[in-house]
């Protein structure tokens, strides 16, 4: 007889939901509140006017495409600035890769965007 066991995250990520949203983690869920209370933050250089999740970004290269990166967060702060926040727990090979990648081709051409890496 098989039994199907459902794994969880091999990263010990706990799956949670936040305004009817599933995030891939508790930590991604929490920043997603963080970000809700600076849309009343006080100071306007901190304030955030709006923020989407799971912002699809395909890298390519000479016109072949090599993979679709998913950042956590675009935000937008109050002075029209834009950031793309990643919320990681644990660093892998995987998000090593494509954060080079990302260094290498996406944010070249777009220098307006910020990177930030949030621990």
């Known amino acids: 007889m098989t039994y199907l066991v459902k794994r969880g995250n091999k990263y010990g990520a706990k799956s949670t939901i936040y305004?009817?949203?599933?995030?891939?983690?508790?930590?991604?869920?929490?920043?997603a509140r963080t970000l809700d209370l600076l849309k009343n933050a006080s100071d306007p250089s901190e304030r955030v006017k709006s923020w989407e999740r799971q912002v699809k970004i395909s890298i390519d290269i000479?016109?072949?495409?090599?993979?679709n990166y998913y950042c956590d967060?675009?935000?937008t702060f109050s002075d029209d600035h834009q950031e793309l926040h990643e919320v990681k727990g644990f660093r892998n090979e995987i998000f090593r890769l494509k954060l080079l990648l990302l260094e290498a081709v996406y944010l070249p051409e777009h220098p307006e965007l910020e990177y930030v890496i949030i621990t």
């Open 19 to 31: 305004k009817g949203e599933a995030y891939h983690s508790k930590k991604e869920a929490g920043y």
């Open 62 to 67: 000479n016109g072949h495409h090599i993979c």
């Open 73 to 75: 967060f675009l935000v």
